[in-house]
């Protein structure tokens, strides 16, 4: 029997009988239906793109099983775990340094993934695996890299009280080659948020 397990902005996840599961790119009503037939098209293909390439990397990410662009669906293989923020606060230094890892795995790949949060994160017996790659994309640029960092930032302050950016990022830097210069951008990028907050907070 099948069952869902996941509804997100863009799609459906469905557990099959096989353990395997099915991501489903749903119609979004309020696109034009041209443009969101071309838009669930090439995400689909682009998504179907990064798992090829994590499929030849250590990366510990579901395993592509198969794609199709013309009913938006793509197979992947089921990660039995738990979601890393239900957990997080059990070992955040432990966990920091796991992240930081992968980040630098998925970078040295230039596969951004585009939405790092503990959520999309799951923890098992045999370590954490990243998940869902729906807005993942291919860059070389620090720029790009920096982002990818800042918004794991954003959600590791907003839900866990302990800071663990200095083990990430030490952990980051150490399976990364190229680290410093996401990093030097990083510090441009985290400036350019906190700028944001603070005129938001004055007001026009």
Same mark, same amino acid.
């Given at each position: 029997?099948?069952?869902?397990?996941?509804?997100?902005?863009?799609?459906?996840?469905?557990?099959? &009988?096989?353990?395997?599961?099915?991501?489903?790119?749903?119609?979004?009503?309020?696109?034009?239906?041209?443009? &969101?037939? +071309?838009?669930? =098209?090439?995400?689909?293909?682009? *998504?179907? =793109?990064? #798992?090829?390439?994590?499929?030849?990397? *250590?990366?510990?990410?579901? +395993?592509?099983?198969? @794609?199709?662009? /013309?009913?938006?669906?793509?197979?992947?293989?089921?990660?039995?775990?738990?979601?890393?923020? @239900?957990?997080?606060?059990?070992?955040?230094?432990?966990?920091? %340094?796991?992240?930081? %890892?992968?980040?630098?795995?998925?970078?040295?790949?230039?596969?951004?993934?585009?939405?790092?949060?503990? @959520?999309?994160?799951? @923890?098992?017996?045999?370590?954490?695996?990243?998940? &869902?790659?729906?807005? /993942?994309?291919?860059?070389?640029?620090?720029?790009? =890299?920096?982002?990818?960092?800042?918004?794991? #930032?954003?959600?590791?302050?907003?839900?866990?009280?302990?800071?663990?950016?200095?083990?990430?990022?030490?952990?980051? =830097?150490?399976?990364?080659?190229?680290?410093?210069?996401?990093?030097?951008?990083?510090? +441009?990028? *985290?400036?350019?948020? %906190?700028?944001?907050?603070?005129?938001?907070?004055?007001?026009?």
């Amino acid at each position: 029997m099948t069952q869902i397990i996941g509804v997100g902005a863009e799609a459906v996840l469905t557990k099959k &009988d096989d353990n395997t599961v099915q991501k489903t790119r749903v119609v979004k009503n309020y696109r034009h239906p041209e443009l &969101d037939l +071309k838009l669930r =098209k090439s995400r689909t293909r682009r *998504e179907a =793109k990064v #798992f090829e390439r994590l499929s030849k990397t *250590e990366i510990p990410a579901p +395993k592509l099983l198969a @794609s199709n662009d /013309s009913n938006m669906t793509i197979n992947m293989s089921f990660i039995n775990g738990q979601p890393l923020q @239900s957990v997080f606060s059990q070992n955040p230094q432990g966990f920091a %340094r796991q992240i930081g %890892r992968i980040i630098a795995q998925l970078h040295s790949q230039d596969i951004i993934h585009g939405d790092l949060t503990t @959520s999309n994160m799951i @923890s098992t017996d045999n370590g954490l695996y990243v998940i &869902d790659f729906g807005l /993942s994309f291919f860059s070389q640029k620090p720029e790009d =890299k920096a982002t990818d960092i800042h918004v794991l #930032f954003q959600g590791l302050r907003a839900l866990h009280k302990e800071d663990c950016a200095t083990v990430l990022l030490e952990a980051y =830097k150490q399976n990364y080659a190229y680290a410093q210069p996401v990093l030097e951008r990083l510090e +441009k990028v *985290e400036q350019r948020g %906190r700028n944001k907050k603070v005129n938001n907070l004055m007001g026009p």
